[in-house]
């Protein structure tokens, strides 16, 4: 394996505050004779050791715990524009920065690779209208389909609360009372359940998402498969390797790339119309169930390459942030509960994990251009937060451009031209924002009338009026505008009293 390359600069040490420290092997003691004990508090570069030492460790996922990853890109090579209309699709030719990271469910993080267990797949592809994550597993259904369970299919698989074991008997106490999942059992402990290499799996959706486009949509499954072809580990290889080499998927994922063997992948979509879903023998929102390639052919769509290592683990792989809520306009998810329960689970899980600003981290950060003025402030803000900019949706104060439908999730249009009646049969969703009407005045005008029978008008004006001096002059007139929705004479009456107080 190789490692860390020389670089022919020489840094300077310093502490992280930029202070030059002449040796950091050296810490600050009392006494004058040899023996010196005791050490002071005023020894920055002892303490800023033992502190940062102690914080090094970041929670580690709760499942998916232990992986490897790598960077790369992926490359359209079949033109399915007719399908979606993401732009990093769009163009036989088109390639995009990539970010892999593939996991075992299981296991903490450090653990013996070589074992039987699912393999996550987390591809975040960096393109020109946001990052696109795919987070999909090596195998194409699950244990579950209903997202409340997945806590506990997990637990049954990890470790007994006494015995701090694997547990053979939670495993299959969960399994027994949860039948749902025996398609994804028999594929777990089929020969596939072991993979020889990360080079040398599959990767699938599982859930049905959408691809959408002006004119309507259609329900996909993606896939990838490598063009290394599958291999797997016999039982027996596995539990050799595993004592010989736990770090072998690892070992073999890096030493390829180092080698310039770059793995790759062939991606496939099965594509199914929605008047095809409402009659289909399985439910397409249940993932413990394939659609069949003979009823549904694999059409292939583009190409991923890996061809570069991380140059750094931790910042690179340990705080990339996976989640199917990061889509891009043109994809959209399907009503499946695992996938909107999902939808929640990572963006919240990447905020205890790494920070409500993780988005910001070199891993995470799109390559597009990103203006989210009402997220601000919070821990470990690294961008210039937006300076001066409103913090507040509908400011006039700067004009904000605004593309994507309202219509569904995220600025998607996932319905989009799709038909009313499959609308009904899913169950239609509109992003909503509320209009204001005359209505939302008639309780302020009876309010203005109380105030009139209190002899509190002329002070209410004098309040208002005393705030919004402050203001911008367009910004006044907009509000005296409002006022005088209320009732005619209080505009005039709070701009009068602006004009006559100032
Ligand atoms: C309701 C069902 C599920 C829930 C609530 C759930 C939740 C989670 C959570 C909380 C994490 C850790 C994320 C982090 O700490 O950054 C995770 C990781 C992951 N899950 Fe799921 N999961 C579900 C089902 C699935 C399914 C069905 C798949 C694949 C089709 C999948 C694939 C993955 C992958 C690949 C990772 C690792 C992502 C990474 O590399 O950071 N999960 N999941």
Redesign the pocket.
């Known amino acids: 394996m190789s490692h860390t390359p020389h670089k022919d600069d020489v840094p300077t040490y310093t502490l992280s505050e930029g202070c030059p420290v002449a040796d950091p092997t050296t810490a600050q003691r009392v006494g004058s004779g040899p023996v010196k004990g005791l050490m002071l508090l005023q020894d920055t570069q002892l303490i800023e050791t033992l502190a940062h030492f102690n914080r090094e460790r970041i929670?580690e996922?709760?499942?998916?715990a232990s992986?490897v990853?790598a960077w790369g890109e992926f490359e359209v090579t079949h033109d399915i524009s007719h399908l979606t209309s993401a732009k990093f699709l769009n163009n036989v030719g088109k390639k995009s920065k990539v970010l892999l990271?593939?996991?075992t469910?299981g296991p903490e993080r450090g653990a013996s690779e070589p074992v039987r267990d699912v393999r996550?797949?987390?591809m975040k592809i960096f393109t020109e209208e946001g990052n696109q994550d795919f987070?999909?597993?090596d195998i194409p259904v699950?244990f579950?389909r209903d997202?409340i369970k997945?806590?506990s299919l997990n637990r049954s698989h990890k470790r007994n609360p006494a015995t701090n074991l694997p547990d053979a008997s939670m495993f299959w106490d969960f399994h027994n009372n949860n039948q749902e999942g025996i398609h994804a059992l028999m594929i777990l402990f089929s020969k596939r359940g072991i993979p020889a290499s990360i080079r040398t799996i599959n990767a699938?959706?599982?859930?049905t998402y959408k691809f959408t486009t002006e004119d309507g949509f259609v329900y996909v499954k993606i896939h990838l498969k490598p063009d290394q072809g599958v291999k797997s580990l016999s039982q027996d290889e596995a539990n050799r390797l595993a004592g010989e080499n736990p770090y072998h998927h690892t070992a073999d994922l890096h030493d390829a790339i180092a080698r310039g063997d770059y793995p790759s992948w062939t991606m496939y979509i099965q594509v199914m119309k929605p008047e095809q879903a409402e009659n289909y023998r399985w439910n397409i929102f249940d993932?413990t169930k394939v659609w069949p390639h003979g009823d549904f052919p694999l059409q292939p769509v583009g190409k991923l390459r890996l061809n570069r290592n991380p140059t750094n683990y931790f910042t690179d792989i340990e705080q990339?942030?996976?989640?199917p809520s990061t889509i891009v306009p043109g994809i959209a998810p399907s009503a499946d509960p695992?996938?909107q329960?999902?939808m929640?689970?990572?963006p919240?899980?990447?905020r205890?994990?790494?920070g409500v600003n993780y988005q910001q981290l070199p891993c995470n950060a799109p390559v597009s251009k990103v203006y989210a003025p009402y997220q601000r402030d919070g821990a470990s803000r690294h961008d210039d937060n937006y300076g001066g900019d409103p913090n507040y949706v509908g400011a006039s104060l700067k004009r904000v451009n605004f593309s994507g439908s309202r219509v569904g999730a995220n600025g998607h249009a996932p319905f989009g031209g799709g038909s009313q009646a499959h609308e009904q049969w899913v169950g239609q969703v509109t992003a909503y924002s509320s209009e204001v009407t005359d209505e939302d005045f008639v309780q302020a005008r009876e309010m203005w009338k109380v105030l009139g029978r209190c002899g509190e008008q002329d002070e209410f004006v004098h309040n208002v009026a005393g705030h919004l001096r402050g203001a911008l002059p367009e910004v006044q007139l907009a509000t005296i505008d409002m006022f005088n929705k209320v009732d005619s004479k209080l505009g005039t009456r709070i701009h009068e009293a602006l004009v006559k107080e100032s």
């Open positions: 929670p996922r709760t499942v998916h992986a990853g990271r593939v996991s469910v996550g797949w987390g987070v999909f597993n699950f579950v997202p997945f806590p699938y959706s599982g859930h993932m990339a942030a996976f989640s695992m996938l329960a999902r929640f689970a990572y919240d899980a990447a205890y994990r790494l």
